[in-house]
């Protein structure tokens, strides 16, 4: 019965990311229009986008494969995994012990994989532009994380994030520059690896320094719909690991009840909206830079990231 | 009783090889080649598996008297044997299941079949010899074969300075592990591995030893800066033969360093961990790097292999430094890591190989540049080969992710590790790990989709044709291998199990034991990880997610031109190519590594010549380490070759002067 | 001493060295002063923290002179030189900002090993003190070795001096009078290397070191 239960909940965790995930790029955008002294779309436009896709026809490049077909439905399916397997309002759920943050990070690596494929399968330039450049920017965002994971892993002895989260909100943790260096580092990962400013740009569809819209050029009707959901996943999805570990306060742990969960879940739409609002500040005051300066942005983080896990090694007083 | 079936098999093989040789004209001997590799592997693979499973405690040895008088040959069948025996027939298996479609076309039949069965059973007594002349006799036969194998297409340009370069390097390093063994045996001179794993060795004579196995093994495996040869030589053989280089040769080279490191040299140093880590680490991202910059598909894997060898040198290299410091747990993860990875990357590399085979069987073509589309020509190949890119790429939920998993877990238990050099050094290479992970998954998004996707570049894979039905076999084979390994690693780890318990004295816990398949290295509030979960929990996702668009949203869809932001080119060649593919990480790393230079050669205004882009590309490890000593040789022998042209006088002279020196440097030594 | 005080001072300690980092990545003039302004606060809070915590009062005053003379009074003077000489605001390295980061991580992973084997007879708080230090300072010596500009060289040197403080303060402080013959060797070195940048931009039209070594016959 408690099996059942606990399954209940993950099952419910996977069903509250799949359905916040579009909330959050809606609320993202009306802040930004906000600072511009727009008014900007409805919360809930994204969702109205996602509908009207998903109601289209596709159409198809002729000589689209089989690949360019089942490529968003896996990449939505990774993407939805490793969103769900991140503690969101409660840690140790049922199916968390499947993926450590490696994996997670691993997870994420598979559904680039097939995007970059499927940006090059029509044989058009900009989705090899994109899909080239979305690698070259992978080749750094992923090292980068993993030894964000390292750091984590050096203090909490864990990379699970479960375990990394208690740890985090309990006593031992203490003042240490380490982390706040994979903070930053982790921030850094996370607007190149979600196509934000000043990396790529979200809402452009002609320039020539766009990644992420030029992968997916070529797709239309439900295919884009999915892409788009897995992209709003994937924001969704590193927030939440900037939350659960830098911010773990307020979460339940699994097997409290559901009053222990009602009261976590506040607290974590609180910290989605609080990372939203600051991601769309940083996109509105800083520039877009140029592609080959991305890789400077990106060696900085994997450099905050090794010093990080290097002057642990002093914190620690060993 | 195993050990007896897998040596008259290897006897089988020659037999075959040398039959080989009279009906190399007649076109059924192919099949009968193959046939035969196919049953002999097959039956010691399962030999070796039964080893490994039912009854690891038992080594059987056989002493024959043939070799040395005094010595016999020696061999013996322990559960680090059999681990690498089963790599070895697994991978000669379906090699010859896919020689057997393949190899129907070979055009230098009479070149090739007598050496393959013989090449096998080169490698089968590598493994399974317990003194040091048999080992080096059957690595020589080994390396020999293989040479004869990379000169079967020697009119083809480039293959025979491949053939002379590996014929070097193999040479120089059987000559080190002569060495090494020598010194291994002691002055006693005793070369039983038995007796050598008693003696006790100085630690100037165990630097050496490890130096030196180092070199020879190292140059076999692929190591850098020992590799110069590997990315030569394997593409030049046939396809099933280079994956039989690659996916199991390299194998067999990693085997010879565990044998010698973990088990001959008895307990190792610390800084023995740490100079394998360096090599390693060095190999990983040296390796893919290389591998980004290459055009010719079957080169770009020979290229990752250089990769994946430093992986495994990585988790080999953490197991000595662990073992050193008696953290045995630890050793024994890391150690699990990179076994297992060796037999992944046998796996995958073979997979891919055979993909690149039927690619190159069927255009003509190694040249990614001049390929493209292949998808809708060759289906089934193009699905195996992708599946052996996620493999390689290290993606969940293949295989090749879980040994990067757990060499990443080994990674994570360093900070405990009392050196400070090794708590700084492994964190680093923790880093070039991950950096060459991320690497390898651009590099096979480059070659996957340069090759397969697209529109075709030329009329060859326009005209492109799926490969036979044996060779597909053999390729789904290895797929079902790379996804079971992938989903299922714990019964895996399980049976390395024994043979960690044999190099470092202690083994994993037992992981088919944990709950639903999770493997957990150390504890399970530090990391786990469900390879059958996440598989599952896909599959249902991306089902369902088809699923329920499909029927409650739409499934209308329709074909037209690509869209391509409004100006589709019909011309293919202005979709990316490999090399504009990799121009972005060329520009990041390439400067520093390769020192990249780009020259734009742009006509005048008028001038009706087409512009052009250059990249020059130096190979530093070659400019600063062999160039140099191929030139002293060049002047050596331009020196010495005034020899040759002596009056008899003059050789006399010689003659007389040499042994005047010998008799004087006898007096002085006394 | 309690743990929520080391954890600050390890704070601003660990902070300092990442602003040396930020200095090294830095390209362009103005910001490279306005972080090192940023690095001699640094200085100056961390110094301020362990008077804080040693009941050093006359820390305190090495604080403020941190403060003022380097965070605020430096700083403005090079800005008003740069405009006044109209020195090309790009800051040209010698090797990649990449590389130069990488080596900095060495160097700093060396300072921390060279750092804490051998002071295991000290506390925690002079271990971490001396090991950032050292590490601050060959990172100041590795940003001189970097920069063409005569500019880059003179904060390179400036934060070496940063560096030689924490060093300083960490090892239960240091006397008083070390301290304000440091300021004014450092204000000589300021007033030096004004005149030596006029001269230079005198005769060269250019700040670039560079220009030297081809005047002096070393390079083509």
Redesign the interface.
Known sequence: MAVILDILVQLGQLLLVLLLAPLLTGYVRKIKAHLLRRRGPDLIQPYRDLHKL??????????????FRTAP??I???T??AA?LVPTFATGLV?S????L??IV??L??A??ML??AG??????????G???E??I??????AL??IA?TL??LA????LS?VATYMAGPAVGLRVSLAMALVGLVMVAIAENARIPVDNPAT??ELTMVHEAMI??YS??HL??IEAAASLKLLLYLSIIGCVFAPWGVAVAGEGFAAYAASLPAYVIKLAAGGFLLAVFETVIAKMR??RV?EFLGAA?MLA?LA??LL?VSRGT | MALDVVLWGVLTLFATGAAAVAGARRGSTSTFVYAVALVVSMVALCMAVWTLLVDPAATPTVSLPIGLPWLGAHFRLDALAAAFLVVVNLGGATASLYGLGYGRHEEEAGRVLPFFPAFLGGMNLVVLADDAFTFLMAWEFMSLTSWALVMAHHRQPGNARAGYIYLLMASLGTLSLLLAFGLLAGPAGSYTFDAIRNTQLSTTVATAVLALTLLGAGSKAGLVPLHVWLPLAHPAAPSHVSALMSGVMTKVAVYGFVRIAFDLMGPPTWWSGGVVLLFGGASAVLGVLHALMEHDLKRLLAYHTVENIGIIFIGLGLGLAFAANDMRGAAALATTAALFHVFNHSVFKSLLFFGSGAVLRSTGERDMERL??L??RM?YTAFAF?IGS?AI????PFNG?VSE?LT??A??LS?QLPQ??L??LV??I??LL??S???A??C???A???TF???ARTSLAQDARETDRLSLGAMFVLVVLCLVAGVLPAYFIDALAPVVQGLVGAQMPRQSAFAWL?I?PIA???????GL??FV???V???L??YV?HRW??H??????????GF??AS?A???TAG??????R??FG??VFRAREEIDMPQPGDSRPARLHVHLHDLLWDTLYAPVAKAVGITADVLNRVQFLTIRGYLTLVSGALVALLVILAVWQ | MDSFALDVAHLFAGSLVLVSFMLLYQDRMFSLLNIFALHAFVVSVSVAWQAHIQNAPHLYITAAIALVVKAIVIPIVLHRIIVRLGIHRNIENVV?I??TMLGGIGLV?LS??VM??ITTAEGTLVREDLAFALSVILLGLLMMVSRRNAVGQVIGFMSIENGLILAATGAKGMPLVVEISVAFSILIALIVIGIFLFRIRERFDSVDLHALDRFRGERP
């Open positions: 998903l109601r289209k026809e596709v159409v198809l490049a002729d000589n689209a494969s089989w690949v439905y896996l939505f399916a990774t939805w995994v769900a199916f012990p499947a993926a450590d490696i994996a691993a997870l690596g598979s680039r994989f970059a494929l090059l399968d029509v044989g058009t330039s900009f989705g090899g532009i899909s080239s450049r690698m070259m992978a080749s750094l965002a992923e090292p993993l030894m390292f892993s050096l002895g864990s990379t699970q375990s569809h002609l050029l070529e009707g439900r719909a999915v592609v080959f890789s994997l090794l896990a290097l090694f | 493209g589309g998808i809708h289906p992708l996620a790429s290290a993606l969940p992710f998993w990443f877990q990674i994570l900070p400070w050099v708590k700084f964190p680093a923790g880093g991950a950096l992970a991320a690497l998954a651009a096979f998004v480059k996957f989709g340069i996707l697209g529109r999770t957990v399970e509030s530090r990391s786990s990880y469900n979960l996440l929990l896909i599959a996702a991306a089902s997610a088809a668009i949203a739409s209308a869809s329709r074909r037209s031109a690509p869209w391509d932001c589709p080119d293919a202005t979709q990316y504009s593919f990799a121009q972005p990480i520009r990041v400067s520093v | 990649g990449g590389q992973a921390i090993m804490l084997p």
